[in-house]
């Protein structure tokens, strides 16, 4: 009795002073082990008269669950403690500089597209996506391009062939959604117009900048490009309303009160009256500089993109009154008004994946564009 006790405090003091695992383990295998003393001394009642077992077995069974706590308890903290230490080991010092890492940079269309965002998130319009595989309808029908439009002819579509169809001597087919639309690469970013409609209804005051492809290439087109869209709808918006939009988006965005903007009238099938808008620039260095008067001497103008009061039956088709809503559209360039921005010549540059461009052209991640500090701040 009285061994079993002493026996138990000095284990439990070997188990309280063990500094490691496996001095713990040993600890238990004394003990609790298949030979260790506990066990052994378990074993014996099995060979006592019920009144000795009944006299004997309390001591024992303490000792075990005292013993088996205690070294429970105490693998617990060795365990804690040897995580603590693996993680004071392995911190990583986020303030080092990684000097002789490569470094990377934001793409020119990325930060343009952060610029565009921020400029017009001050003027109330949210963003808004589409998809880039569209189908017709939302791409031409919906935007009053029917059939048998001739715009449709010219956009150089890409269209999706339909695999089940193909083969050697078969003419591939048209793929097809369950609507029966055929399936297409987006030529524009004008469907995002009637997505947002009627998803959202009216009024509405949405840019949607993004991809678009079209079967295309030269110094100035490539297959993939990028537009943003813009659409305001709500009661009483007129064309004045679409002028001070854009000449307000320039000036921040060029970041000089002296832009001049030009609607010229034009044709689009899903804006009455439609309008390009131009912008004056001047030659300075070999490069195009925006700001000034298009007509004034040394001065010329530039295309930026289209827009226009939408469509009535653009409205109708995005499940909207006419008689009720009205609203302008338009759709610019971003690749173009980054070239002019930051003076590239060759848009094929933009999509070549070079690194010295990409190091000489890119912006740091750091230099987010905000109103209050500037939206083009150079790297
Ligand atoms: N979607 C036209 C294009 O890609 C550009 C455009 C013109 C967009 C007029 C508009 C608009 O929203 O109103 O050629």
Same mark, same amino acid.
């Given at each position: 009795?009285?061994?079993?006790?002493?026996?138990?405090?000095? =284990?439990?003091? +070997?188990? %309280?002073?063990?500094?490691?695992?496996? #001095? !713990? *383990? /040993?600890?238990? @295998? &004394?003990?609790?082990?298949?030979?260790?003393?506990v066990?052994?001394?378990?074993?014996?009642?099995?060979?006592?008269?019920?009144?000795?077992?009944?006299?004997?077995?309390?001591a024992?069974?303490?000792?075990? =669950?005292?013993? +088996?706590? %205690?070294?429970?308890?105490?693998?617990? #903290? !060795? *365990? /804690?403690?040897? @995580? &603590?230490?693996?993680?004071?080991?392995?911190?990583?010092?986020?303030?080092?500089?990684?000097?002789?890492?490569?470094?990377?940079?934001?793409?020119?269309?990325?930060?343009?597209?952060?610029?565009?965002?921020?400029?017009?998130?001050?003027?109330?319009?949210?963003?808004?996506?589409?998809?880039?595989?569209?189908?017709?309808?939302?791409?031409?029908?919906?935007?009053?391009?029917?059939?048998?439009?001739?715009?449709?002819?010219m956009?150089?579509?890409?269209?999706?062939?339909?695999?089940?169809?193909?083969?050697?001597?078969?003419?591939?087919?048209?793929?097809?959604?369950?609507?029966?639309?055929?399936?297409?690469?987006?030529?524009?970013?004008?469907?995002?117009?009637?997505?947002?409609?009627?998803?959202?209804?009216?009024?509405?005051?949405?840019?949607?900048?993004?991809?678009?492809?079209?079967?295309?290439?030269?110094?100035?087109?490539?297959?993939?490009?990028?537009?943003?869209?813009?659409?305001?709808?709500d009661k009483?918006?007129?064309?004045?309303?679409?002028?001070?939009?854009?000449?307000?988006?320039?000036?921040?965005?060029?970041?000089?009160?002296?832009?001049?903007?030009?609607?010229?009238?034009?044709?689009?099938?899903?804006?009455?009256?439609?309008?390009?808008?131009?912008?004056?620039?001047?030659?300075?260095?070999?490069?195009?500089?925006?700001?000034?008067?298009?007509?004034?001497?040394?001065?010329?103008?530039?295309?930026?993109?289209?827009?226009g009061?939408?469509?009535?039956?653009?409205?109708?088709?995005?499940?909207?009154?006419?008689?009720?809503?009205?609203?302008?559209?338009?759709?610019?360039?971003i690749?173009?008004?980054?070239?002019l921005?930051?003076?590239?010549?060759?848009?094929?540059?933009?999509?070549?994946?070079?690194?010295?461009?990409?190091?000489?052209?890119?912006?740091?991640?750091?230099?987010?564009?905000?109103?209050?500090?500037?939206?083009?701040?150079?790297?």
């Amino acid at each position: 009795m009285t061994d079993i006790t002493s026996r138990t405090e000095a =284990a439990l003091a +070997a188990i %309280a002073a063990a500094t490691s695992l496996d #001095a !713990l *383990e /040993a600890e238990r @295998l &004394e003990t609790l082990g298949k030979k260790g003393w506990v066990s052994l001394a378990l074993k014996t009642l099995g060979g006592m008269t019920p009144e000795e077992r009944t006299q004997a077995a309390p001591a024992i069974q303490s000792a075990r =669950a005292a013993i +088996a706590d %205690a070294l429970d308890a105490k693998k617990a #903290a !060795l *365990e /804690a403690a040897a @995580l &603590e230490e693996q993680l004071a080991r392995e911190t990583v010092d986020l303030t080092l500089p990684a000097a002789a890492a490569p470094r990377g940079s934001v793409h020119p269309v990325s930060q343009v597209m952060d610029e565009l965002a921020e400029i017009f998130a001050d003027l109330g319009f949210a963003v808004a996506t589409g998809p880039e595989i569209e189908d017709d309808w939302h791409n031409f029908t919906a935007l009053n391009m029917d059939e048998t439009h001739p715009a449709r002819a010219m956009h150089d579509t890409f269209y999706f062939p339909d695999k089940t169809l193909a083969s050697s001597s078969e003419a591939v087919g048209q793929q097809k959604t369950p609507e029966g639309r055929e399936v297409l690469l987006r030529t524009h970013t004008s469907p995002v117009q009637i997505r947002a409609m009627l998803d959202q209804g009216a009024p509405i005051r949405i840019i949607a900048p993004g991809r678009v492809y079209r079967s295309d290439s030269d110094a100035t087109h490539t297959p993939m490009f990028h537009q943003v869209e813009g659409l305001v709808i709500d009661k009483g918006i007129h064309l004045g309303h679409l002028k001070w939009t854009l000449e307000t988006f320039f000036k921040a965005f060029f970041e000089r009160e002296d832009i001049t903007l030009r609607l010229r009238p034009s044709y689009f099938p899903f804006t009455e009256p439609s309008v390009e808008v131009d912008v004056g620039y001047s030659n300075e260095g070999g490069r195009r500089v925006v700001g000034g008067h298009g007509d004034a001497p040394g001065h010329a103008w530039m295309e930026l993109g289209g827009s226009g009061m939408v469509n009535a039956r653009v409205l109708e088709f995005a499940g909207l009154d006419p008689k009720e809503w009205q609203g302008f559209a338009f759709g610019l360039g971003i690749d173009r008004i980054a070239m002019l921005k930051y003076g590239m010549n060759d848009l094929r540059a933009f999509f070549d994946g070079d690194p010295r461009w990409l190091a000489h052209y890119g912006f740091s991640p750091f230099d987010q564009p905000t109103l209050s500090a500037g939206v083009g701040a150079r790297a």
